[in-house]
């Protein structure tokens, strides 16, 4: 510190600040390690650097402007480069020097400071007229600089009074950016040219062969909107691409998205065309999509035309009136909801759902539900999953209200209660899914999925799928991944290799059928069209141990990345 003092140069700031850390070095709850590094950054002499240059803006901030030494220095550096090249023996610090004028990125350097000493700035905007209206109406003069970027706002014409008005302005786009254009803008001129009697497309065309600037004179609106942004996210259920829809108000504005993208809504003003981003997408102007009300309008309509065309609205089914498949082969015993109701699946219309980010938590995972349609394999995924690493993965126990058997312990296999008590557990909506065999009722409830996430394990169910109604709720946040079928002929040489015993046979004692093989796809179909919107994960199911591999990964990516869920579940 003796020498720092010594130093006629250094801060004087810094030498106190020094001094006072000596003062109460005994008062401060630090180490010896902390209070040197502290002590040594006091003393560094780049730290003395940069605070005698913040001094010096500072202190000529406040007396006078900045002015550049030069406003050639690329001419200078031009003469440099000349007179060192007409030398015939070269020092290594001029060579040096000789190379470095030369480098591109250096003489873009030096052209960038030559522009802004000389304040060449491009484009040049020629100087706004100044008008004054006969009527003494408020006229605005707004020049934009046209560039690849859209303008970012949309034009129509007032019914009321057939002038054209600004219609809508795009978040972030360069409309908005200038803060001088608003909605209900009345549009009087564009480069000069009336726009009087023409329709929005007209005035289209002459900002497409505009070049350079743009003039717009401008009637205010009487009262300004405030575009704030919304901070809502939603995943959107639905492929669009605003080139084919004949309905857009304009094309150039529109977002193209895809099924399972994640959007940020920023504005939903209008009750037809919403404004959004992709999440993660940087390009600042938003675009605009299709309103959920509008969307789901759209969708209504379509399955309308298709049930009075007669056609198929499910997959793998007989009748758009009956959603149940015909000559469904025998199955083995499987559990469903009693609240089993296709029609009601049907007429669900998926379009956006708001989400949120939901962060692993220590100590409690997030339920795994492996669907799909019976015989795809998920009963092996789940059992190597469980037998990967018994002390982590585990799965529920059932419930049955069929008589204890001998050798069999209650709470091992089976939970084993009356059928009264299960009945009336049912109808207070206490399990997931339940079903009946052989006159026994058997089911798993929720509260069993819960013990199994609070004691720290991550619960894997293989429910069926209409289970998914009762096990998607904020309480249990599973994720849900499916098992997809692969094509007809990839399963049925997949299964026959593998000696795959029928699961639609009570007793596993012979292979699948062609047919058998079918119902497995249609069901699956079904499955995917009426809660594909639900799956977090699909995994299709061609090679076991691929598929194996796919569903490690995606239960490992679970327990450590944030992923995208309702929003209600994080609330």
């Known amino acids: ?109 030096l052209c960038a400071h030559d522009a802004i000493a000389q304040k060449d700035y491009f484009p040049r905007l020629p100087e706004i007229p100044v008008e004054v209206d006969e009527d003494e109406e408020t006229i605005k003069i707004v020049q934009l600089v046209k560039s690849n970027e859209p ?31 608003h909605v209900g803008d009345e549009v009087c001129e564009v480069n000069g040219i009336n726009v009087e009697g023409k329709t929005p497309n007209d005035v289209l065309k002459i900002l497409q062969s505009s070049e350079g600037t743009i003039t717009f004179k401008l009637v205010p609106a009487d009262s300004k909107i405030n575009l704030r942004e919304s901070k809502v996210r939603v995943r959107a259920y639905f492929d669009y691409s605003a080139t084919d829809d004949p309905y857009i108000p304009c094309k150039e504005a529109g977002l193209d998205f895809k099924n399972g993208d994640v959007l940020h809504i920023v504005s939903q003003d209008d009750a037809y065309w919403w404004q959004a981003r992709r999440e993660g997408d940087r390009n600042m102007r938003a675009g605009l999509i299709p309103s959920r009300a509008l969307q789901e309008r759209r969708i209504i309509h379509e399955r309308t035309a298709k049930d ?60 795994i539900a492996l669907v799909g349609p019976p015989g795809v394999g998920r009963n092996e995924l789940k059992r190597r999953l469980l037998a990967l690493d018994p002390e982590k993965y585990k799965t529920t126990i059932p419930y049955t209200s069929r008589p204890i058997r001998p050798g069999e312990i209650n709470g091992k296999e089976y ?49 069926h799928y209409q289970a998914l109604k009762m096990l998607r709720i904020p309480q249990l946040k599973p994720y849900i991944i499916y098992v997809k079928p692969p094509s007809f002929e990839v399963l049925k040489e997949t299964r026959h290799g593998a000696f795959a015993r029928s699961t639609f046979d009570e007793n596993n004692s012979r292979g699948f ?15 995917e069209f009426l809660y594909g919107h639900w799956f977090d994960e699909t995994i299709v199911n061609a090679d076991l141990s691929t598929a194996f591999e796919q569903l490690v990964r995606a239960v490992a990516k679970v327990e450590t990345e944030p992923l995208w869920v309702p929003a209600s579940w994080v609330q």
């Open 1 to 109: 510190m003796t020498a720092v003092m010594a130093n006629g140069n250094w801060d004087p700031a810094l030498s106190r600040l020094l001094v006072s850390l000596e003062e109460v070095r005994q008062q401060l709850p630090s180490s010896e390690e902390e209070f040197g590094f502290l002590s040594g950054l006091l003393q560094s002499r780049e730290l003395n650097a940069l605070v005698q240059v913040h001094n010096k803006i500072i202190s000529n901030g406040k007396d006078e402007k900045f002015h550049p030494m030069l406003s050639n220095a690329m001419q200078v550096a031009l003469e440099v480069l000349d007179v060192v090249s007409q030398r015939t023996s070269i020092q290594a610090d001029c060579k040096e020097i000789f190379f470095l004028l030369q480098k591109p990125h250096m003489q873009g350097v």
């Open 151 to 181: 303008l970012g706002a949309t034009i129509k014409t007032d019914e009321e009074t057939g002038k054209i008005v600004i219609a809508r302005i795009m978040h972030g786009g360069a409309a908005d950016r200038s803060g001088l254009i």
């Open 308 to 367: 009075k065309t007669g056609e198929d609205a499910l997959p793998g089914c007989q009748s758009p009136k009956s959603p149940r498949c015909a000559s469904k082969p025998k199955t083995k015993k499987i559990m469903y909801d009693t609240a089993e109701n296709d029609d009601f699946d049907r007429e669900e219309i998926a379009t956006y759902e708001e989400v949120a980010r939901l962060y692993p938590r220590p100590g409690l995972h997030r339920p």
């Open 415 to 463: 939970y084993f209660v009356t059928r009264e008590k299960m009945e009336e557990d049912v109808e207070a909506g206490k399990f997931i899914e339940f079903g009946e065999y052989k006159g026994n009722l058997y089911g798993t409830s929720a509260e069993s999925v819960e013990s199994l996430v609070n004691a720290g394990y991550v619960c894997i169910l293989n429910p």
């Open 513 to 527: 059928t062609d047919e058998e093989f079918l119902e497995i796809i249609h069901s699956g179909e079904r499955i």
